[in-house]
């Protein structure tokens, strides 16, 4: 959250992320990461998320207030108002899907976010996409491709051709994130610990890997991506595959990825958070905990707590508060 809070006030459009297997955001696959990156969207601090937001910033922001490059871009996409189509862009869905968002509302606009967020569910639907994101619109642009090129090309669809359109897709929001007059997309992975944990198959977890060094290699998608791991990341990583047999994956790839490391909590620091975990629980359950484990108290349960050596040691010390507080209200 903090991550998020600096790029909106940098000027940067954000989508967060939560992987989860068992969810449905599965990381082996990307037209699930371009569902849940296009449901996560966010251009500023309004609370409102989704492609829209960064649609509808595309298409009202005025000419005026954009830089000489944002012009150019919004031009070339757009084909200066013509709509007929786009070089730019990597991802036809996207001009589609822009196009049709300029040129309407309510239920094709629906239909869109629908489409982006849930991508999977239209994998049937090319001919519904066709007449009521092009066909309609027909008399308002020159649409030189007939329907079954639209078909032939894949044009509504992001699984095939190894998740091609997906990874073309996210791209392209970072394009028009730019073209808005915003300084690009920054995508924020949490909990990508998942991988590990709830992708039984090897293979799985092997793609999983892929697309996160693809984010990396910054080939794939151009604008920035975070993932937030635990400090022994790698060594879990290397461990679950050797369990599984995967002697042949370069385990070197996950140890030359870019990271950075939060600073160490002091002890001073956790103890003013405990204060306030305590201050929460005696709300949360009308209580007085002070009187149950003063400050004092409180200050020698956090050390014994901080002793413990293991990468998720702040965690756990906060768990343990907790329940320090909950056996002393139980007693109460």
């Given at each position: 959250?903090?991550?998020?809070?600096?790029?909106?006030?940098?000027?940067?459009?954000?989508?967060?992320?939560?992987?989860?297997?068992?969810?449905?955001?599965?990381?082996?696959?990307?037209d699930s990461i371009l569902g849940e990156v296009s449901r996560q969207l966010e251009v500023d601090d309004s609370g409102r998320r989704?492609?829209?937001?960064?649609?509808?910033?595309?298409?009202?922001?005025?000419?005026?207030?954009?830089?000489?490059?944002?012009?150019?871009?919004?031009?070339?996409?757009?084909?200066?108002?013509?709509?007929?189509?786009?070089?730019?862009?990597?991802?036809?869905?996207?001009?589609?899907?822009?196009?049709?968002?300029?040129?309407?509302?309510?239920?094709?606009?629906?239909?869109?976010?629908?489409?982006?967020?849930?991508?999977?569910?239209?994998?049937?639907?090319?001919?519904?996409?066709?007449?009521?994101?092009?066909?309609?619109?027909?008399?308002?642009?020159?649409?030189?491709?007939?329907?079954?090129?639209?078909?032939?090309?894949?044009?509504?669809?992001?699984?095939?051709?190894?998740?091609?359109?997906?990874?073309?897709?996210?791209?392209?929001?970072?394009?028009?994130?730019?073209?808005?007059?915003?300084?690009?997309?920054?995508?924020?992975?949490?909990?990508?610990?998942?991988?590990?944990?709830?992708?039984?198959?090897?293979?799985?977890?092997?793609?999983?890997?892929?697309?996160?060094?693809?984010?990396?290699?910054?080939?794939?998608?151009?604008?920035?991506?975070?993932?937030?791991?635990?400090?022994?990341?790698?060594?879990?990583?290397?461990?679950?595959?050797?369990?599984?047999?995967?002697?042949?994956?370069?385990?070197?790839?996950?140890?030359?990825?870019?990271?950075?490391?939060?600073?160490?909590?002091?002890?001073?620091?956790?103890?003013?958070?405990?204060?306030?975990?305590?201050?929460?629980?005696?709300?949360?359950?009308?209580?007085?905990?002070?009187?149950?484990?003063?400050?004092?108290?409180?200050?020698?349960?956090?050390?014994?707590?901080?002793?413990?050596?293991?990468?998720?040691?702040?965690?756990?010390?906060?768990?343990?508060?907790?329940?320090?507080?909950?056996?002393?209200?139980?007693?109460?």
């Open positions: 959250q903090v991550l998020r809070k600096m790029a909106i006030d940098a000027g940067y459009a954000v989508s967060h992320v939560v992987v989860n297997s068992q969810g449905g955001v599965r990381f082996n696959r990307m989704g492609v829209g937001t960064l649609f509808d910033e595309f298409m009202s922001k005025p000419p005026a207030e954009l830089g000489e490059d944002a012009k150019r871009l919004r031009e070339s996409i757009t084909s200066k108002g013509k709509w007929t189509f786009s070089e730019t862009l990597r991802s036809p869905g996207i001009h589609v899907a822009l196009r049709a968002w300029s040129l309407s509302g309510g239920k094709v606009r629906d239909l869109v976010e629908d489409w982006f967020v849930n991508p999977y569910n239209y994998r049937g639907q090319r001919k519904l996409l066709y007449r009521q994101l092009v066909e309609q619109f027909l008399g308002r642009f020159k649409e030189v491709r007939p329907e079954w090129v639209f078909y032939a090309e894949e044009v509504f669809v992001f699984h095939t051709g190894d998740h091609r359109q997906a990874w073309d897709a996210i791209s392209d929001f970072d394009l028009i994130a730019k073209a808005s007059g915003l300084r690009g997309l920054v995508l924020l992975f949490d909990e990508f610990e998942d991988v590990i944990q709830n992708l039984n198959r090897r293979d799985l977890q092997q793609r999983a890997y892929l697309n996160l060094f693809r984010f990396f290699a910054g080939d794939r998608f151009p604008g920035m991506a975070y993932f937030a791991v635990t400090p022994d990341f790698v060594e879990k990583c290397r461990a679950e595959l050797i369990e599984r047999g995967a002697y042949d994956f370069d385990y070197q790839q996950l140890k030359m990825l870019g990271s950075f490391e939060m600073d160490q909590i002091s002890q001073g620091q956790f103890i003013e958070l405990a204060k306030r975990i305590r201050h929460v629980h005696a709300i949360a359950y009308g209580w007085d905990p002070v009187e149950a484990i003063p400050d004092q108290d409180l200050e020698h349960l956090v050390e014994g707590l901080l002793r413990v050596a293991a990468p998720n040691r702040v965690r756990s010390a906060i768990q343990g508060v907790v329940s320090a507080l909950d056996d002393s209200l139980e007693d109460a």
